[in-house]
C-alpha cells in the first residue's frame, strides 16, 4: 500500500498524469439532515456530528493535536469521526461562531447588492501554491478568488514566486514583493497550498518591518502551514527519493522546494509562527468525509490516514492557524470540488475589508 501510494504521489507531480478534478460519485438525493451551519446533510454525517457533539474530551480546537486527532481516529475505528469532531469543535469556537454569524448575515446583504471598496484602495496579492504555472487547471493562481475581488473594487496581483522555489526562497520573494508596493495603503496577502507556507516563512522573516504594516489582512486558504507527512515519507524511502529527484530533474523543477514542505522535527515549516500585530488572519480548511474525497486526492488521502484526518496533502491538526478566525468547508478536500455559494464566498473578501482592517 506504501508503494502504491508514494509512487501515485510522485506521478501526480507530473501535470499531464494528474487524476481528473472531479467530484466522488456520491449519490446526495436522499440526504435531508441539517445541523451545525449545514444542509443536506445524509445519515451517517449526522449521526458522526452528533457523536462529535456529545464526545467530551478535547473540548476546544486548539486540544485536537496531530497525536490527539490521530488517537481518535485509531479508537474510534473512523477517520470520519475523527474529521467530524475535528469540523465540530471548530464551528463551535467563539471566534469562529461569531465570524459565521457575519458571513450569514452579510451573505443575505450581498445576495441583493454586491458592496464596492474602489474608495478604500485595497490590494489583493496573490501567493500562488507549487506548480500554479504548469498545472493552471487546478485554479492554484487565484485567478477566479481575484476575479471576485475585483467585482468588489479591490485591485489584484500575483506574486511571481518560483512554482517549485523553497519556502525560504519565495518568502524572501513576498518580503520584497511587498515592501516595493508604495500605491496601495491596505493590503489582503491570499495564498493557497504551499503559498500558506511560503507567506508563514514571509511573515517570520518580514513581519515586523514597517514596510509590511500595510498587510492587513492573511487569507489563508488550504494552507499547508507544517508541512505534508506525504514529502517527508518520500525523503525517508530512498528508492522513491531518487526516482522523484530524477523526476524533477528530467522537467527543471528545483528539489529543494519540494523538501521544502516536508513535515516533522527540522522541517522549515515546523517553526511556530508569531503574528504581527497589526494582521489579522483568515483562514479557509477542508474537511472531507472519505466517500467524499476527489479523484486526484483520493490516493494521498488515504494514505494520510495513518496519520489522522486530513484533507489530501495535510493533517487537519496542522491546517488552521488559532490566533484567526476560520471557516471550515465539510465534504471539500484539498481541491475543493464542492462549491462553497458564491455569495458566502464575497462576504469572505468583504470581511477582509470591513473587520480585518479596523
Known amino acids: 500500500m506504501k508503494r502504491v501510494a508514494l509512487f501515485l ?29 449545514l444542509d443536506g446533510l445524509c445519515a451517517d454525517e449526522v449521526a458522526n456530528l452528533k457523536w462529535a457533539q456529545d464526545y467530551k474530551q478535547y473540548p ?38 461569531e465570524f459565521m454569524a457575519y458571513l450569514l448575515r452579510r451573505e443575505k446583504e450581498i445576495e441583493k447588492k454586491l458592496p464596492n471598496f474602489v474608495d478604500k484602495k485595497v490590494l489583493l496579492l496573490f501567493a500562488p501554491g507549487m506548480f500554479y504555472r504548469d498545472n493552471p487547471q487546478v485554479g492554484a493562481d487565484g485567478k477566479q478568488f481575484r476575479m471576485m475581488a475585483r467585482k468588489l473594487g479591490i485591485s489584484d496581483g500575483i506574486i511571481p514566486v518560483e512554482q517549485t522555489g523553497t519556502i525560504e526562497e519565495n518568502a524572501h520573494t513576498i518580503c520584497e514583493y511587498v515592501e516595493k508596493e508604495d500605491f496601495f495603503g491596505s493590503i ?43 514529502i517527508t515519507d518520500i525523503d525517508n524511502t530512498w528508492q522513491y527519493k531518487m526516482e522523484a529527484r530524477s523526476y524533477f530533474c528530467f522537467k527543471g523543477y528545483n528539489w529543494d522546494g519540494f523538501m521544502s514542505m516536508r513535515a516533522g522535527a527540522g522541517a522549515p ?18 474537511i472531507p468525509g472519505s466517500k467524499y474525497v476527489s479523484e486526484r486526492a483520493k490516493p494521498f488521502y488515504d494514505y494520510l490516514t495513518r496519520y489522522g484526518p486530513n484533507d489530501g496533502l495535510t493533517l487537519l491538526a496542522d491546517s488552521h492557524i488559532p490566533e484567526g478566525v476560520t471557516y471550515a468547508s465539510w465534504r471539500n478536500d484539498h481541491y475543493f470540488r ?14 477582509a475589508v470591513e473587520v480585518g482592517m479596523r
Not at 204 to 218: A, D, M, S
Not at 269 to 286: C, D, F, N, R, W
Not at 338 to 351: K, V
Request: charged letters at 25%.
Open 9 to 37: 504521489l510522485l506521478s501526480a507531480t507530473a501535470c499531464h498524469v494528474d487524476k481528473e478534478l472531479k467530484t466522488a460519485d456520491v449519490d446526495l438525493s436522499a440526504c435531508k439532515g441539517s445541523m451545525l451551519y
Open 60 to 97: 476546544r480546537i486548539e486540544d485536537l493535536t496531530r497525536e490527539r486527532l490521530s488517537q481518535v481516529s485509531q479508537t474510534e475505528k473512523s477517520v470520519d469521526r475523527a474529521a467530524a469532531l475535528y469540523y465540530h469543535r471548530m464551528v463551535t469556537d467563539p471566534k469562529n461562531v
Open 188 to 230: 489582503i496577502l491570499a495564498s493557497l497550498s504551499k503559498g500558506s507556507g511560503d507567506v508563514k516563512r514571509a511573515i517570520q522573516i518580514c513581519g515586523n518591518e514597517p514596510y509590511f504594516k500595510k498587510v492587513k489582512v492573511w487569507y489563508n486558504v488550504v494552507g499547508i502551514n507544517k508541512g505534508s507527512h506525504l
Open 269 to 286: 515549516l515546523e517553526t511556530p509562527l508569531v503574528v504581527p500585530a497589526h494582521m489579522k488572519i483568515i483562514s479557509v480548511v477542508a
Open 338 to 351: 464542492y462549491e462553497i455559494p458564491e455569495a458566502r464566498l464575497y462576504a469572505m473578501i468583504a470581511y
